[in-house]
């Protein structure tokens, strides 16, 4: 693809070379002569000129001393990922069901759907146009699978879930197994019955790994655009918000609530009925404890988690303590000294 052509793909601006070619992408550092790059912070910026790339999508403000070919973007790296999907885009879906899948007679397949092979469709689901059902995957019963769903190899799709359209389910993910509902009675514990749902919204991504637990009664509800990483757990009757992104070895108790555009990081822990309002800002590894409420907008950081500024500050202060120790301890020996002394003053 020309820059030309890909500056007007991206409805962006060009600046140079405009019949270069552009065949890959690449960083900064290892791009070729024919290789896209882009520059996402003032560190990156001052590499720019040290780049081998033929292209590179930068800032509307860029200073272009070096003269070389760019496109100017608002978003530099959201342009980027436009541009790779244009230069590298997907597999396109092969329809078919493979002779070794096991599909129910009453399933309904929507044009252009291709089931892999082993993989397994339960009575009573419906798989939306377009979507592409990975080799081992098991799909139960009753199961509403969206249009331009990609469900990846072996992932397990419990009964009576419903997805979204242009969902992916990477692999290993387990969606709708029961929650962890039990009841103590004398000394032995009693399974609670989860016979609740899992709801998935459109253009949810499901990391590898990762389960989403059904409700015990009611629905698991993920809503539209969001995003969860590796090995998040979500259990059961939980209700996460719209585009709300989760990273890595995330864990949500049952019944928490996240609004809508909050962001999570890695190794968080979520404490049951706890709310996370819109837009909050959980730092990674922090612990937010049951029912706690995150306020919107807030950012907030550490265990038990609370707003990153007072979380600096207790950091601040457990820095200061071995020297405060110290002073303490001189400060004690001094008072010794000084009652010994008086004390053979008075004698």
């Known amino acids: 693809m020309r820059v030309r052509e890909l500056a007007e793909y991206l409805g962006a601006?060009?600046?140079?070379?405009?019949?270069?070619?552009?065949?890959?992408?690449?960083?900064?550092?290892?791009?070729?002569?024919?290789?896209?790059?882009?520059?996402?912070?003032?560190?990156?910026?001052?590499?720019?000129?040290?780049?081998?790339?033929?292209?590179?999508?930068?800032?509307?403000?860029?200073?272009?001393?070096?003269?070389?070919?760019?496109?100017?973007?608002?978003?530099?790296?959201?342009?980027?990922?436009?541009?790779?999907?244009?230069?590298?885009p997907p597999a396109e879906v092969v329809p078919g069901v493979d002779p070794t899948a096991v599909v129910a007679p009453d399933v309904e397949i929507g044009e252009g759907v291709a089931i892999g092979p082993l993989a397994s469709v339960g009575e009573g689901t419906k798989i939306g146009a377009g979507s592409s059902i990975g080799a081992g995957t098991v799909i139960g019963r009753r199961v509403s699978?969206?249009?331009?769903?990609?469900?990846?190899?072996?992932?397990?799709?419990?009964?009576?879930?419903?997805?979204?359209?242009?969902?992916?389910?990477?692999?290993?993910?387990?969606?709708?197994?029961?929650?962890?509902?039990?009841?103590?009675?004398?000394?032995?514990?009693?399974?609670f019955p989860q016979v609740g749902r899992v709801w998935i919204g459109d253009d949810v991504?499901?990391?590898?790994?990762?389960?989403?637990?059904?409700?015990?009664?009611?629905?698991?509800?993920?809503g539209e655009g969001t995003k969860l990483?590796?090995?998040?757990?979500?259990?059961?009757?939980?209700?996460?918000?719209?585009?709300?992104?989760?990273?890595?070895?995330?864990?949500?108790?049952?019944?928490?609530?996240?609004?809508?555009?909050?962001?999570?990081?890695?190794?968080?822990?979520?404490?049951?009925?706890?709310r996370i309002e819109s837009r909050a800002v959980l730092g990674s590894g922090c612990g937010v404890l049951t029912s706690k409420i995150v306020r919107a907008g807030q950012v907030v950081w550490g265990t038990?988690?609370?707003?990153?500024?007072?979380?600096?500050?207790?950091?601040?202060?457990?820095g200061r303590l071995p020297a405060t120790r110290k002073e303490m301890a001189d400060l004690k020996h001094r008072l010794e000294a000084l009652e010994k002394k008086a004390g053979t003053g008075g004698a």
């Open 13 to 88: 601006e060009f600046e140079g070379d405009g019949e270069k070619t552009i065949g890959g992408v690449a960083s900064l550092e290892a791009a070729g002569a024919e290789d896209l790059s882009f520059v996402g912070s003032r560190k990156a910026a001052e590499q720019s000129d040290s780049s081998a790339a033929g292209c590179i999508i930068v800032p509307i403000d860029f200073d272009n001393k070096a003269t070389r070919t760019v496109i100017r973007a608002r978003e530099p790296r959201t342009a980027f990922a436009r541009a790779v999907n244009r230069l590298h």
């Open 145 to 191: 699978l969206g249009e331009r769903c990609v469900v990846h190899p072996n992932v397990t799709v419990y009964d009576d879930v419903d997805v979204g359209a242009r969902a992916v389910l990477h692999s290993g993910c387990v969606i709708g197994a029961d929650g962890f509902g039990f009841v103590l009675e004398g000394e032995r514990y009693h399974k």
């Open 205 to 222: 991504e499901i990391g590898a790994n990762s389960c989403v637990d059904r409700a015990a009664l009611g629905v698991t509800w993920i």
């Open 229 to 274: 990483d590796n090995m998040v757990h979500v259990a059961h009757n939980c209700r996460i918000g719209r585009h709300v992104v989760v990273a890595a070895q995330t864990g949500f108790s049952g019944g928490v609530v996240v609004e809508d555009y909050a962001v999570i990081g890695g190794q968080v822990g979520i404490g049951d009925k706890a």
């Open 304 to 318: 038990p988690a609370r707003p990153l500024k007072e979380h600096l500050e207790l950091l601040a202060n457990l």
